[in-house]
């Protein structure tokens, strides 16, 4: 059965056919939340408040376009929402981290691992939406309340933050 006909069915309030939607898109509404969150318990609360808005405002699915794009927005949107209480009541510690050599072989992933943290979050916010999400600007302008331009201007000073941290901690990249 492909989304759309799972979604069809799910309008019935047939539950059970959402669980097969959580299935799918478990993985990927997880990584969305822990790219921008940074904490794997944090990620996962963020991921059940996805599922339970996606479960509530199905009916608004536009079914010409991908189920996963649509989750996807709204698992960045709980996960800015979740951005936003924190800053208000729990400002996260400073991360002292020094460039020990890392094993020689590194993926990007590593990497992100390494730097993401050390972004501003709107910055950070920016690079996930965009380079790990696929997301276009407008949507991104839409999801972090700014205009396209400052979309554009985040996702600039991030790649140029994320380039310098880069070559700071792993100079073996000549990045």
């Not at 979604?7 to 059970?16: H, Q, T």
């Not at 460039?99 to 920016?126: C, G, H, N, S, Y």
Request: hydrophobic share 40%.
């Amino acid at each position: 059965m492909d989304d759309r006909e799972i979604v069809r069915i799910c309008l019935k309030e047939n539950s059970e056919a959402f669980e097969w939607i959580v299935a799918r898109y478990r993985d990927a509404v997880f990584w969305t939340a822990y790219h921008l969150v940074l904490d794997y318990e944090d990620a996962r609360d963020v991921a059940q408040q996805c599922f339970l808005k996606a479960w509530h405002s199905l009916s608004t699915y536009d079914p010409e376009k991908p189920l996963r794009s649509w989750i996807t927005k709204i698992a960045a949107n709980c996960a800015i929402d979740f951005l936003r209480g924190r800053k208000q009541s729990d400002p996260l510690p400073e991360l002292s981290i020094s460039p020990e050599p890392f094993e020689r072989v590194l993926d990007i992933r590593k990497i992100f691992t390494r730097i993401a943290p050390l972004l501003p979050e709107r910055q950070r916010i920016a690079i996930v939406l965009r380079e790990i999400e696929g997301m276009d600007f407008s949507d991104i302008a839409r999801l972090m309340d700014c205009t396209e331009s400052t979309a554009r201007n985040l996702l600039s000073q991030a790649k140029e933050s994320f380039r310098k941290k880069t070559k700071e901690f792993f100079p073996e990249y000549g990045l």
